[in-house]
T-cell receptor, first 115, second 112 residues
Framework: GAGVSQSPSNKVTEKGKDVELRCDPI?????LYWYRQSLGQGLEFLIY????????KSGLPSDRFSAERTGGSVSTLTIQRTQQEDSAVYLC?????????????FGAGTRLSVL | GQQLNQSPQSMFIQEGEDVSMNCTSS?????WLWYKQDPGEGPVLLIA?????ELTSNGRLTAQFGITRKDSFLNISASIPSDVGIYFC????????????FGTGTKLQVIP
């Protein structure tokens, strides 16, 4: 597609349930990032993928959070046993290689609400 | 995680006024980026800076890469209502994988 696509755009779930958030990066972008943005806050880095591997998982807040990427394309962020503090907007970004590798292109995000 | 300090955190301005915001870091960066986030959307790149001292314009926006490499500035001239949003700076060291560090954001409100 032309841009980074995330689904669903909104997700409401009950505390304790598992959720999966999906990201389709820009075609050809090898790098993929997940961020969390709480209400009125900045961007909290979660995880970075280069191809299918994740060399930097340092931002995942707990072992309830995991992510995978397949075929060097689609990525899924999974949150198990959701808690109310997980409520936030989850943003995905992708970037190309080379000189412009620092420029990240963001999706519109998934707004997660845990009741 | 580490974040850059942006100031001001928020600002209300009258339409037509000029706006200035800045971003400071305790460590140096080789690349500075400025993004804008509209409500309900992801951040969109406005300006990228790759050289200390560089001054770059994009329409009514002008950004500068601080000479110390520890700061950057964004100016918006003659603000209009659609300038409303959150502005984020971001910094990165180049060479291999270097995490992009985002600022805390400046929320801009424009009063028509």
């Amino acid at each position: 597609g032309a841009g980074v696509s995330q689904s669903p755009s909104n997700k409401v779930t009950e505390k304790g349930k598992d959720v999966e958030l999906r990201c389709d990066p820009i075609s050809g972008h090898t790098a993929l990032y997940w961020y969390r943005q709480s209400l009125g806050q900045g961007l909290e880095f979660l995880i970075y993928f280069q191809g299918n591997s994740a060399p930097d998982k340092s931002g995942l807040p707990s072992d309830r959070f995991s992510a995978e990427r397949t075929g060097g394309s689609v990525s899924t962020l999974t949150i198990q046993r959701t808690q109310q503090e997980d409520s936030a907007v989850y943003l995905c970004a992708s970037s190309p290689v080379g000189l412009a590798s620092s420029i990240q292109y963001f999706g519109a995000g998934t707004r997660l609400s845990v009741l | 995680g580490q974040q850059l300090n942006q100031s001001p955190q928020s600002m209300f301005i009258q339409e037509g006024e000029d706006v200035s915001m800045n971003c400071t870091s305790s460590s140096i960066f080789n690349t500075w980026l400025w993004y804008k986030q509209d409500p309900g959307e992801g951040p969109v790149l406005l300006i990228a800076l790759y050289k200390a001292g560089e001054l770059t314009s994009n329409g009514r926006l002008t950004a500068q890469f601080g000479i110390t490499r520890k700061d950057s500035f964004l100016n918006i001239s003659a603000s209009i209502p659609s300038d409303v949003g959150i502005y984020f700076c971001a910094g990165q060291l180049t060479g291999g994988y270097q995490k992009v560090t985002f600022g805390t954001g400046t929320k801009l409100q424009v009063i028509p």
